[in-house]
């Protein structure tokens, strides 16, 4: 167990923001039934600040869902920390990571991890994730009722493999395919969301047993790789997250040793294939459900422009953010929207619920990408990635994928739905297509080339 979560304090109504009576269990449970919904049935009943009780936390999750509650948590580190609010994570992505790491060290450890991912590198990228999308294109195409999410969670997890850790071997490839895919399996994540003791080894087929196997296969990989390219003679001039991550150095000359280079890498892993995977999964699946802004969008693409391509991928992650908070835990006993919350208490941005306020976003359940060719309408109104000090390191490769993926798609097909618009259900911290976000793809009579770049 977590300090973070030992140091939390106990539930006590006059010390937090008001919470439903309802015990934890169902408040748990209608949380993961309808992420969306039941927030917003709290927010309307107690405003917008209030007190979640549900697992794993002992006291409450302290919830900000308007523009103003969603800044101060994203913004104000004196009083909203980061690092120990994900303490939930780390047993999977390991207490060094960046995700993990409380200040003052966040910072300097950030700025090591930046410039690989700095928007003019990962445009150095655009190719091979061409390419990568072009080779999984026949397993989409031409299906009817297929589900997008494991489809692109199989895409992205190859995009980390090659940008992140640097294979290109495909033995090696599909090795690491396959330990991953095993770690990061919703069904053995899940252990992070059980009781202390059954998050225990009990033994081989236990939960908490299968989950420290699959993890240790994962680190073993890991650390093989690391030491091949430190040894690797042309790693100077690769240009993949782990070779520049070997050489970077702090304002003091110092840089990550292995073991933290461990955490960073299954770090990244974890915070950047299933939020990118969902994300294309909601955006093709609401695109299918609206013809009308689905047909603006391919012919503003066939125009040559990528204008409503960003505002379909912005408008898709205000209406269904993949990620459904960012986590804080209080500096000290301070307020929050005229409510008290006690120091150490787990406090979290919930921005799902900021992205559908009427007030900032009318008629807020309809999905109108032309709403964001304009500026938002106030800050902070928007922030799928989160924000402040902690904002998302991964946006310019995410948008990369996500972008790449809708231009090659909507070239070549056009989605349709199969079945009814899915409700959103609450998977770990991730909000999902109940079944996958299902799509017909209908192939598209006079299409525009697929991209010059293939040359096939
Ligand atoms: C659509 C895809 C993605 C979404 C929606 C997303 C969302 C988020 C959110 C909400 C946070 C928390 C920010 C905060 O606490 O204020 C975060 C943090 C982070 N993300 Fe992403 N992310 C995505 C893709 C990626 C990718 C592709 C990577 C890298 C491969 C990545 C790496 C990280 C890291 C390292 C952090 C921790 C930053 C810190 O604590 O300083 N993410 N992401």
Same mark, same amino acid.
């Given at each position: 167990?977590?300090?973070?979560?030992?140091?939390?304090?106990?539930?006590?109504?006059?010390?937090?923001? $008001?919470?439903?009576?309802?015990?934890?269990?169902?408040?748990?449970?209608?949380?993961?039934?309808?992420?969306? *919904?039941?927030?917003? !049935?709290?927010?309307?009943?107690?405003?917008?600040?209030?007190?979640?009780?549900?697992?794993?936390?002992?006291?409450?999750?302290?919830?900000?869902?308007?523009? &103003?509650?969603? =800044? #101060?948590?994203?913004?104000?580190?004196? =009083?909203?920390?980061?690092?120990? *609010?994900? &303490?939930?994570?780390?047993? #999977?992505?390991?207490?060094? !990571?960046?995700?993990?790491?409380?200040? +003052?060290?966040?910072?300097?450890?950030?700025?090591?991890?930046?410039?690989?991912?700095?928007?003019?590198?990962?445009?150095?990228?655009?190719? @091979?994730?061409?390419?990568?999308?072009?080779?999984?294109?026949?397993?989409?195409?031409?299906?009817?009722?297929?589900?997008?999410?494991?489809?692109?969670?199989?895409?992205?997890?190859?995009?980390?493999?090659?940008?992140?850790?640097?294979?290109?071997?495909?033995?090696?490839?599909?090795?690491?395919?396959?330990?991953?895919?095993?770690?990061?399996?919703?069904?053995?994540?899940?252990?992070?969301?059980?009781?202390?003791?059954?998050?225990?080894?009990?033994?081989?087929?236990?939960?908490?047993?299968?989950?420290?196997?699959?993890? &240790?296969?994962?680190?073993?990989?890991?650390?093989?790789?690391?030491?091949?390219?430190?040894?690797? +003679?042309?790693?100077?001039?690769?240009?993949?997250?782990?070779?520049?991550?070997?050489?970077?150095?702090?304002?003091?000359?110092?840089?990550?040793?292995?073991?933290?280079?461990?955490?960073?890498?299954?770090?990244?892993?974890?915070?950047?294939?299933?939020?990118?995977?969902?994300?294309?999964?909601?955006?093709?699946?609401?695109?299918?459900?609206?013809?009308?802004?689905?047909?603006?969008?391919?012919?503003?693409?066939?125009?040559? !422009?990528?204008?409503?391509?960003?505002?379909?991928?912005?408008? !898709?992650?205000?209406? =269904?953010?993949?990620?459904?908070?960012?986590?804080?835990? #209080?500096?000290?006993?301070?307020?929050?929207?005229?409510?008290?919350?006690? @120091?150490?208490?787990?406090?979290?941005?919930?921005?799902?619920?900021?992205?559908?306020?009427?007030?900032?976003?009318?008629?807020?359940?309809?999905?109108?990408?032309? @709403?964001?060719?304009?500026?938002? $309408?106030?800050?902070? #109104?928007?922030?799928?990635?989160?924000?402040?000090?902690?904002?998302?390191? *991964?946006?310019?490769? &995410?948008?990369?994928?996500?972008?790449?993926?809708? @231009?090659?798609?909507?070239?070549?097909?056009?989605?349709?739905?199969?079945?009814?618009?899915?409700?959103?259900?609450?998977?770990?911290?991730?909000?999902?297509?109940? =079944?996958?976000?299902?799509?017909?793809?209908?192939?598209?009579?006079?299409?525009?080339?697929?991209?010059?770049?293939?040359?096939?």
């Amino acid at each position: 167990m977590s300090d973070a979560f030992t140091r939390e304090p106990p539930w006590d109504p006059r010390r937090f923001p $008001p919470a439903s009576p309802a015990p934890r269990p169902v408040q748990t449970a209608r949380m993961l039934r309808d992420p969306q *919904g039941y927030a917003r !049935s709290l927010r309307r009943r107690f405003g917008p600040v209030f007190s979640l009780r549900t697992y794993p936390y002992r006291g409450a999750l302290v919830c900000a869902a308007d523009a &103003a509650a969603n =800044r #101060a948590v994203l913004t104000d580190h004196e =009083r909203f920390t980061g690092g120990d *609010g994900a &303490a939930l994570l780390a047993p #999977a992505v390991g207490a060094r !990571s960046l995700i993990c790491t409380p200040p +003052p060290l966040h910072l300097s450890h950030r700025k090591l991890l930046l410039p690989p991912f700095h928007g003019e590198r990962i445009a150095c990228w655009a190719q @091979r994730v061409r390419e990568l999308v072009y080779t999984g294109l026949p397993e989409l195409l031409g299906r009817d009722g297929v589900p997008v999410r494991p489809w692109a969670q199989r895409l992205t997890l190859d995009v980390i493999l090659r940008v992140v850790f640097g294979l290109t071997d495909p033995a090696r490839v599909a090795t690491f395919r396959i330990a991953l895919n095993a770690f990061v399996d919703t069904g053995n994540l899940a252990v992070l969301f059980l009781p202390g003791p059954l998050r225990r080894d009990l033994g081989p087929l236990s939960p908490g047993g299968r989950f420290l196997r699959l993890r &240790a296969a994962v680190r073993a990989l890991t650390r093989e790789e690391i030491a091949a390219r430190r040894a690797a +003679p042309d790693r100077a001039h690769r240009d993949d997250v782990l070779s520049m991550l070997l050489d970077a150095r702090d304002e003091h000359g110092a840089g990550l040793d292995d073991a933290q280079l461990v955490d960073e890498l299954t770090g990244l892993v974890l915070a950047g294939y299933e939020t990118t995977a969902t994300t294309i999964a909601w955006t093709l699946h609401l695109l299918a459900h609206h013809p009308a802004a689905r047909d603006d969008l391919v012919a503003d693409l066939d125009a040559g !422009s990528d204008r409503l391509l960003k505002a379909t991928v912005k408008e !898709s992650a205000r209406l =269904r953010p993949a990620v459904y908070n960012a986590m804080r835990t #209080a500096a000290h006993d301070t307020e929050l929207g005229g409510h008290p919350v006690p @120091r150490h208490a787990f406090v979290a941005a919930l921005f799902p619920l900021t992205h559908l306020d009427p007030e900032l976003w009318p008629d807020p359940d309809a999905f109108r990408p032309g @709403r964001h060719l304009g500026p938002d $309408p106030v800050p902070y #109104a928007l922030t799928p990635f989160g924000g402040g000090l902690r904002r998302c390191i *991964g946006v310019p490769l &995410a948008q990369l994928e996500i972008e790449t993926v809708l @231009r090659e798609i909507l070239a070549t097909a056009v989605p349709e739905p199969s079945g009814p618009l899915e409700p959103a259900r609450l998977l770990a911290v991730t909000i999902v297509p109940a =079944r996958g976000g299902r799509i017909r793809l209908r192939p598209r009579r006079a299409h525009r080339p697929a991209s010059r770049i293939w040359n096939l």
